[in-house]
């Protein structure tokens, strides 16, 4: 999508509308009908806008205010994702933090179809708070809570909030993966201790065709794990 169709910048109250409009349009729920992943921007899209538009560390901050989405993926990624997940013999995972279901929405579907349990769970106590429409598949319930009682192998959490631990869901006995989309390192997204006791390591396969809210130099896809069995990522 060419630059000069971007509301940019936003200099005034009317292009901040403008901008919210066009964020909005993009980052969506499904729409009634639609198939699934078709509300998810293709990999090509993607690559458009961030090669001809503003800097993405000063537009993909404020596509996440707009839309209260902090993890980007394309069309391409919970497809690679849902295979890695079978590769890994995974049956039963939980997405934390799912928020708005922006991902839950493409990996229901996906899960069904691969025959996985999927559960889907946000607790409502993130930064962001609108009147925008959540998907049906995100339940209201706290990860930390339901984890031993769900008891799932994989847990997905995208963007955990600054110095909040992981640890704690190994509770669940079952649990062997936890896969964390955000920045690396902890600070920004969940807690520096993680990656100083857990055992952990970065997926390049899972790191690609997705970005985040401040940007995709910083943005990986790190793998926490418990024991053998993990594939290779």
Known sequence: MPAEHFPWPLTGFRQRRAFE???RERI???RPGEEPLGHLLPEEEWQALLSRGPAPEDWLPALSQATGVYFFPSREWPGRFIRWLRLCKVTRLLEAGAGRGYLTAALAPLAAAAGL???AVDNSQGEFQSGLARHPGVEAADA???VRHYDPQAVLYAWPPPGQSLAPLFAAPGLRLIIVAGEGGGGITGARE???TLPWRKSAALSR???GRTGQIRHEVTI???GAG???A
Do not use: M, S
Request: with cysteine.
């Open 209 to 211: 065709f997705c970005r």
């Open 117 to 119: 349990q999927f559960k």
């Open 194 to 196: 993680d990656y100083l």
């Open 144 to 146: 930390f809570a339901l």
């Open 230 to 232: 993990g594939g290779k």
């Open 21 to 23: 409009a066009w964020a």
């Open 28 to 30: 969506r729920l499904p």
């Open 224 to 226: 926490f794990e418990r």
